[in-house]
């Protein structure tokens, strides 16, 4: 069955460094995304990313953070100077189809901590 | 701000019974529905979606949606241990994006 993978599984870093996340979407999907989790809080929307281009946006997506598809597989999430509070559960989703009817499916995600 | 709700539990039941989780939503122009389980640690994984008020049943898993009262609903029958996870309620409405709003989350411990 298909799935969503996610690398690194874990990530350490220094506070400012910049970090990149990487996902490969299920090969047939057309719409991703990156969701967050801080430890014992709700999952939360980042962004969402569809022909090449953000498609949406939270509040939290700030300039420090880019997404991008370079290229047919990959969709990577970068946080450019990382705080102590981007620590959290990063997680890729994708679906086949925009118009809500359409299942996410989640990939294992990434566990970033910042020192 | 939209918003979806649980409670946080723990929901505890005894082996073989049915657990009953709800959820509910603010967004009126919400369309799909979607129930994951997570377990510590883990990603959200899909258990059940809705998109029609009534029932929908899958094996031990039953979703009921009344889009009226805005309220969604899991019922676990024949409740096992390894049922004992996190159930994430999630939201879709296709006027804010694709993005999925989360609840909270209601933690479930199955006690043999």
């Known amino acids: 069955e298909p799935e969503v993978t996610q690398t690194p599984s874990h990530q350490v870093t220094q506070m400012g460094q910049e970090v990149i996340l990487r996902c490969v979407p299920i090969s047939n999907h057309l719409y991703f995304y990156w969701y967050r989790q801080i430890l014992g809080q709700k999952v939360e929307f980042l962004v969402s990313?569809?022909?090449?281009?953000?498609?949406?946006k939270s509040e939290i997506f700030d300039d420090q953070f880019s997404v991008e598809r370079p290229d047919g597989s990959n969709f990577t999430l970068k946080i450019r100077s990382t705080k102590l509070e981007d620590s959290a559960m990063y997680f890729c989703a994708s679906s086949s189809d925009r118009v809500g009817t359409d299942t996410q499916y989640f990939g294992p995600g990434t566990r970033l901590t910042v020192l | 701000q939209k918003e979806v709700e649980q409670n946080s539990g723990p929901l505890s039941v005894p082996e073989g019974a049915i657990a009953s989780l709800n959820c509910t939503y603010s967004?009126?122009?919400?369309?799909?529905f979607f129930w994951y389980r997570q377990y510590s640690g883990k990603s959200p994984e899909l258990i059940m979606s809705?998109?029609?008020?009534g029932d929908k049943e899958d094996g031990r898993f039953t979703a009921q949606l009344n889009k009226a009262s805005q309220y969604v609903s899991l019922l676990i029958r024949d409740s096992q241990p390894s049922d004992s996870a996190t159930y994430l309620c999630?939201?879709?409405?296709?006027?804010?994006?694709?993005?999925?709003?989360f609840g909270g989350g209601t933690r479930v411990l199955v006690k043999p």
């Open positions: 967004d009126r122009g919400s369309q799909s």
């Open positions: 990313f569809y022909n090449n281009e953000i498609s949406e």
């Open positions: 809705i998109y029609s008020n």
């Open positions: 999630a939201v879709n409405a296709p006027a804010a994006g694709n993005k999925l709003t």
